[in-house]
């Protein structure tokens, strides 16, 4: 088990509704990352954030933001749902700010 | 812009054959090069860096700048390595954090 802990495992909701995932890094690691992993898309960064300020930023869209907490836990907000956003949503630990990355069990999220 | 290419999405092996996971990368920079893998209903496990230049479960992975892979091999394919493979490039964003670029990922398959 690596420590990275994802909640909730599966999660339905509706177009234009909004979600919380929220993800708890190894202990010790100060980096959180967000991947998506879609069929069409594959696995894509989303978001990292370091010891609670944002570091890097790949394709996320504008509906989704995330944030990292004091505690170092991270949340991923995704808002106006589309269909399109069914996937599975990652997030990753690491020590530092370039490190090896561990990963959770994932979200799946569905959109009906 | 970096790009990681894996260009079978399945492998069929019978087992006690050889195996080669392919493997190809753009990067303009000095890449970190990782193989991770995802059995089934599990997460991703980092399987190997290219840093560290060992063999994990049999398998090994040499980074070959001029030709831009890194591919997976193992001699001899054992049935319990049938899963998901994925390739990843680690690059910074801008100059800073640590994102992962994943190729598309190859399902192998060892059958008895």
């Known amino acids: 088990d690596s420590g990275v802990t994802q909640t909730p495992k599966h999660l339905i909701t509706a177009t234009g509704q909004r979600v919380t995932l929220r993800c708890s890094p190894r202990s010790g690691d100060l980096s959180v990352y967000w991947y998506q992993q879609s069929l069409d898309q594959g696995l894509q960064f989303l978001i990292q954030?370091?010891?609670?300020?944002?570091?890097a930023k790949g394709n996320i869209l504008e509906r989704f933001s995330a944030q990292q907490f004091p505690d170092l836990h991270s949340e991923l907000n995704l808002s106006s749902l589309e269909l399109g956003d069914s996937a599975l949503y990652f997030c990753a630990s690491s020590v530092g700010d370039k490190n090896i990355q561990y990963f959770g069990a994932g979200t799946r999220l569905s959109v009906l | 812009a970096q790009r990681v290419t894996q260009p079978e999405k399945l492998l069929s092996v019978f087992k006690g054959a050889p195996v080669e996971l392919k493997c190809n990368y753009s990067?303009?920079?000095?890449?970190?090069l990782f193989w991770y893998v995802q059995y089934s209903r599990q997460r991703l496990q980092l399987l190997l860096r290219h840093i560290s230049r060992e063999s994990i479960k049999g398998f090994t992975a040499d980074l070959n700048k001029g030709e831009t892979s890194f591919h997976l091999k193992k001699p001899f394919a054992q049935e319990e390595d049938s899963a998901m493979y994925y390739c990843?490039?680690?690059?910074?964003?801008?100059?800073?954090?640590?994102?992962?670029?994943f190729g598309g990922g190859t399902r192998l398959m060892v059958k008895p």
């Open positions: 990843a490039l680690s690059g910074s964003y801008n100059n800073a954090g640590n994102m992962l670029t």
């Open positions: 990067y303009s920079g000095s890449p970190e």
């Open positions: 954030y370091y010891n609670g300020e944002e570091r």
